[in-house]
């Protein structure tokens, strides 16, 4: 339900041009998939997705007889649907957890890390959360007021320290508290990626000596009205860490949600928590289904 709600405007803007493309033809011709090619590209699928969408859809109705055009969304439909990687929600269930967030600034990182916590301490879990971008002093203090509204513990050091170091002081902190989950905010300076890489690797290798056997996460965030950009950043940050999820933050931002496809299809990573608002538990597991029952109901 939350997803159908911030999918309110991709709903109306995406699913209004697909039904005019349908709508707009009997049978089913060139022209009708080159306008079904424009209406993804306009909706943020990219365009080599796009032509790939389409060259599926086309093979699949020639295959199973469909030559209606009405009848070609629900070829779309679960086109889109085998395109899409798997439902997968977090694993978070070594005990502690440890879920490593990266991702440029604005994108809404401290925010998802403050709704994520908050999730978690919801279901009765201790929290511990690691500020771990110490590029800008700024960062900690924006985690340290999400910590407080979600009821987590933080561990901070001064502007410029080692992040590795306070990734080692947050475990070290979460042993003795018995934390569940350890949240960690890192800094994300793609165009300084040898930093970056190197950073990277030494907070996993911190998280490798000290918590050989914990459940790990790596989850990148991305905004999705920034459209082909969130792509690109998804491309370069893939190049450089083994991420195991995108969070996609914005979502009831933007009318074109068909971003989703463009990095669940085409990166080969899969969405698995989308922002859907401001508030607290405005942050919900990726539901593929109820994405495309919102985009094409
Ligand atoms: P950071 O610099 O990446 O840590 O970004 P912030 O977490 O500070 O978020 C930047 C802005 O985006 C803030 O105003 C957030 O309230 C807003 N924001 C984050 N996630 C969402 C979301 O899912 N929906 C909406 N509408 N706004 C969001």
């Known amino acids: 339900d939350k997803i159908k709600k911030g999918l309110q405007k991709t709903s109306d803007a995406v699913s209004r041009s697909l039904d005019a493309v349908f709508a707009g033809f009997v049978t089913i011709d060139d022209d009708l998939l080159e306008e079904l090619e ?7 699928v990219g365009a080599a997705n796009a032509a ?8 699949r109705a020639q295959r199973q007889n469909v030559t209606s055009a009405l009848e070609l969304r629900y070829v779309l439909k679960d086109t889109l ?3 899409m990687l798997d439902n997968q929600p977090l694993d978070v269930s070594g005990k502690p957890a440890v879920v490593l967030v990266i991702g440029v600034n604005g994108v809404g990182k401290t925010t998802s890390i403050g709704k994520l916590a908050a999730r978690y301490v919801g279901e009765g879990k201790k929290v511990m959360l690691a500020a771990a971008d110490t590029f800008r002093a700024a960062a900690a203090d924006q985690l340290e007021i999400w910590a407080k509204r979600a009821g987590a513990d ?32 890192t800094a994300g300076r793609l165009h300084n ?16 000596r000290e918590l050989p056997d914990a459940s790990r996460e790596t989850l ?15 491309e370069e940050f893939n190049k450089v860490a083994a991420l195991t999820g995108i969070v996609l933050t914005k979502l009831d931002g933007t009318a074109k949600g068909g971003i989703v496809i463009a990095i669940s299809a085409g990166l080969g ?11 607290l538990d405005d942050l919900v597991d990726f539901d593929r289904s109820a994405f495309l029952e919102a985009v094409l109901p």
């Open 269 to 279: 990573v899969p969405v698995k928590l989308v922002g859907v608002g401001e508030g």
């Open 154 to 185: 933080i561990v901070r050091h001064g502007e410029g320290a080692d992040p590795a170091a306070v990734v080692f002081d947050s475990i070290s902190a979460a042993k003795a508290r018995g934390s569940d989950v350890i949240i960690i905010d």
């Open 52 to 59: 790939k969408i389409v060259m599926e859809v086309e093979r």
């Open 193 to 208: 990626k040898a930093n970056l890489m190197n950073e990277l690797a030494k907070i996993d290798r911190v998280i490798a």
């Open 38 to 44: 424009e209406a993804l590209i306009l909706s943020d």
């Open 81 to 83: 649907l085998d395109m």
């Open 220 to 234: 990148l965030v991305l905004d999705a009205t920034t459209g082909q950009n969130a792509v690109h950043q998804a």
